[in-house]
């Protein structure tokens, strides 16, 4: 069986290339620092668990070239690496679904686990990266919901992954606070069996400080 592949959605921590909304509260250098040190504590976590060999890792940068993403992977450890893309959130996750589906069909390999977290949760610990694992072995979707509507984690079973999926992608308000709500919703009309894990909260926004600084 292979590794569950745990991609990392992130921006390149730099002043008016992150954390827009912060940046209107606290500036944008503040802001970016912020960033700089949610980023290294999310790859440090997870480079924990890849050098642990239980999973593989990906970047997917917004924010600057291929060939400075490949750079900063290479400094992180990180063998995988590319951009975003274009497009809404959604869409970004499903081209890097679609991407990690090509790579399997080149390399004649079976499919594997694939799991979605962003750079915006100070207190991610290995464990809750774990757990998710643990319940895509039973169900076919894991959710962490996020207290800002949206969610900070979502993981998609191999076997949910035998086709290319659009429905948690498609008809979402990316950026509101009915993201999580429209996900299960669309999830129960698909008869989606999917499991969900601890709620958490990100940094986005300048009242998110007073619960971490």
């Known amino acids: 069986m292979r590794k569950p592949l745990l991609i990392i959605m992130t921006r390149w921590p730099a002043p008016n290339r992150c954390k827009k909304r912060l940046s209107q509260g606290i500036g944008a250098h503040r802001a970016a620092a912020i960033q700089r040190k949610l980023t290294n504590h999310t790859l440090a976590v997870a480079k924990s668990l890849l050098d642990k060999r239980l999973i593989d890792i990906k970047l997917a940068v917004e924010g600057i070239g291929s060939k400075k993403i490949s750079l900063w992977a290479k400094a992180s450890g990180i063998s995988q690496a590319g951009c975003q893309g274009k497009g809404s959130l959604g869409l970004k996750m499903k081209r890097q679904l679609v991407l990690a589906q090509r790579e399997k069909a080149s390399n004649s390999q079976k499919l594997r686990d694939i799991l979605f977290i962003g750079t915006d949760v100070p207190d991610l610990s290995e464990h809750d990266i774990t757990y998710a694992i643990d319940y895509l072995a039973r169900d076919e979707i894991v959710i962490g919901p996020a207290k800002d509507g949206g969610y900070w984690l979502i993981g998609f079973s191999r076997n949910i992954l035998r086709s290319i999926i659009s429905w948690p992608f498609s008809g ?19 008869g989606i069996k999917y499991k969900l894990i601890n709620k958490k909260s ?8 007073e619960l971490w600084y």
């Open 172 to 190: 979402i308000q990316w950026g509101s606070n009915s993201v999580f709500q429209e996900t299960i919703k669309k999830a129960n009309m698909e």
């Open 202 to 209: 990100d940094l986005d926004r300048l009242s998110d400080l």
